[in-house]
């Protein structure tokens, strides 16, 4: 056979086998990799009678959907190695091995395949997060959202205690001195990809 023709043979039982098939199901999953921006994860922490905030400028997140746009599955991998406090008096500390003990243990995972819809675009998620080779289960909430076409936003809060994470030992360790709770927010947006 021509190889022109053969070419062209292959594309039209292409077309015909995708026409046959039909569109993918709904339940196909959709990959969704984090922008470069918006992308925000900050941290808030009780030191004496103040609240101070804390970031980490470096991580990146998986979203798996389904064509409908529901989520099965988010994992986040956070460089702890740049985390940044508001306070310089915190820096040293938060780096040294009372805290998040940056040489180490550099990187943190947070997976979840649990979802619950609350409200329109809100969830409910129940995932591990693995921190200073500590697993605790970690729930979150957040808004998913589309602000235009081929992007999605998602904007959420959870909780943590640091003590479930040996996060401040020694002289760290009272809640009197950092308050045992830990607030996250965050926000990111997606887009697809591989």
């Not at 915190?90 to 780096?95: D, I, S, V, Y």
């Given at each position: 056979m021509i190889p022109g023709r053969r070419s062209a043979l292959f594309a039209a039982f292409g077309i015909a086998a995708g026409w046959m098939l039909g569109p993918p199901a709904a339940g196909a999953a959709v990959i969704w990799h984090n922008a470069p921006s918006p992308a925000r994860l900050v941290f808030f922490v009780q030191w004496e009678s103040s609240t101070l905030e804390g970031r980490f400028p470096a991580f990146h997140c998986l979203l798996e959907t389904t064509s409908s746009g529901q989520?099965?599955?988010?994992?986040?991998?956070?460089?702890?190695?740049?985390?940044?406090?508001?306070?310089?008096?915190?820096?040293?500390?938060?780096?040294?091995?009372t805290w998040f003990d940056i040489r180490a243990y550099p990187r943190a995972v947070f997976s979840s395949h649990e979802f619950r819809q609350v409200g329109p675009e809100e969830y409910q998620a129940v995932g591990?997060?693995?921190l200073k080779g500590i697993q605790h289960p970690v729930r979150i909430q957040f808004t998913l959202q589309t602000p235009r076409p081929g992007a999605l936003l998602l904007v959420g809060t959870g909780r943590v205690r640091r003590q479930d994470f040996g996060i401040g030992s020694g002289t760290w360790q009272k809640s009197?001195?950092?308050?045992?709770?830990v607030t996250l927010r965050f926000r990111v947006g997606f887009i697809p990809g591989p």
């Open positions: 989520p099965r599955l988010l994992k986040v991998g956070i460089a702890t190695r740049l985390v940044h406090f508001q306070s310089p008096l915190l820096e040293g500390p938060a780096r040294s091995a591990t997060l693995l009197s001195v950092i308050g045992s709770q």
